[in-house]
């Protein structure tokens, strides 16, 4: 092979293995914003499901936005003693889950 040979030879392997299908991309064409434009974080879809979340959602106080956030981390924690405890099918479920999610919170915290 002569050395222009190899040269397109090269050349044509470099521009075949060169090519970027910019699924992911600089955000607005910007690369010094420090965030990349993907399929899911520029999705109408997920910019709808995180404009729904307390933290991001307009006209709310933040102490609203904060009680709205408390009450879903306290039934996560609630939610396992009184739906998965020993005393599920009782009366007293809600106040015996109440009791330990209060106890849990104490535990933790000292």
């Not at 939610?79 to 104490?106: E, H, Y």
């Amino acid at each position: 092979l002569s050395p222009e040979q190899v040269s397109t030879i090269s050349s044509t392997k470099l521009n075949a293995t060169s090519k970027s299908f910019d699924v992911v991309s600089a955000f607005e064409g910007d690369p010094f914003v420090g965030h990349l434009s993907t399929p899911i974080t520029t999705s109408n879809l997920t910019k709808t499901y995180l404009g729904s979340l307390p933290a991001y959602q307009s006209g709310l106080s933040p102490l609203l936005r904060g009680i709205n956030i408390g009450f879903v981390h306290g039934y996560f924690l609630l939610g396992p003693f009184v739906k998965l405890g020993p005393l599920r099918d009782s009366q007293v479920a809600n106040f015996v889950g109440f009791v330990s999610t209060i106890s849990l919170v104490l535990i933790l915290t000292t």
